[in-house]
T-cell receptor
Framework: AQSVTQPDIHITVSEGASLELRCNYS??????LFWYVQSPGQGLQLLLK??????LVQGIKGFEAEFKRSQSSFNLRKPSVHWSDAAEYFC???????????FGTGTRLLVSP | DAGVIQSPRHEVTEMGQEVTLRCKPI?????LFWYRQTMMRGLELLIY????????DSGMPEDRFSAKMPNASFSTLKIQPSEPRDSAVYFC?????????????FGPGTRLTVL
């Protein structure tokens, strides 16, 4: 069965500092991986996705993620965090039909001045 | 496009009452998903429809929950009778048929509180 682990429940980063959010997945076939962001009181918005090809994918808002098959990881990164990036971030793995997504438990990002 | 529309945005009800949550997917999208988000269990898929047909309802917690999609532009999630443990945020999402982005577009959610 598919599963996603986000080991960090909370992360605090200073504004302007770099960010890396961890995501590990378990899936028997080639995974289809996603990162979503949820601002308070809002629904989820897609940041980026990986299906195949280049293992470094670029997304919106300056985010990128790198797929590492050997480590079963899909970590999200941003070189310089802005206060507006404070939100909850979810990693998800999808099945081949892209119909079902299994989400991780989320990482809440706090940005300090 | 207005995006995925959910109503109501907030619902407060008493235990034992019937609750109906509504969702209008993005026009042209052919798959619709209902999720529940709680602090304890995170984001769980309850059920999804493809071309108005329920495909997988294995996430529906129990018989008190039911979902329908009578046409391509409307779906409901009903809880009868409601219980305090049903308190959560319920999200609806839709995805385009044959699209290459495979992005699920989420609505703003309905925050349900059962007293």
């Amino acid at each position: 069965a598919q599963s996603v682990t986000q080991p960090d429940i909370h992360i605090t980063v200073s504004e302007g500092a770099s960010l890396e959010l961890r995501c590990n997945y378990s899936y028997g076939a080639t995974p289809y991986l996603f990162w979503y962001v949820q601002s308070p009181g809002q629904g989820l918005q897609l940041l980026l996705k990986y299906f195949s090809g280049d293992t470094l994918v670029q997304g919106i808002k300056g985010f990128e993620a790198e797929f590492k098959r050997s480590q079963s990881s899909f970590n999200l990164r941003k070189p310089s965090v802005h206060w507006s990036d404070a939100a909850e971030y979810f990693c998800a793995v999808g099945n081949t039909g892209f119909q079902k997504l299994v989400f991780g438990t989320g990482t809440r990002l706090l940005v300090s001045p | 496009d207005a995006g995925v529309i959910q109503s109501p945005r907030h619902e407060v009800t008493e235990m034992g009452q019937e609750v109906t949550l509504r969702c209008k997917p993005i026009s042209g999208h052919n798959s619709l998903f209902w999720y529940r988000q709680t602090m304890m269990r995170g984001l769980e898929l309850l059920i999804y429809f493809n071309n108005n047909v329920p495909i997988d309802d294995s996430g529906m917690p129990e018989d008190r929950f039911s979902a329908k999609m009578p046409n391509a532009s409307f779906s409901t999630l009903k809880i009868q009778p409601s219980e305090p443990r049903d308190s959560a945020v319920y999200f609806c999402a839709s995805i385009a048929a044959g699209g290459r982005s495979y992005e699920q577009f989420f609505g703003p959610g309905t925050r349900l509180t059962v007293l």
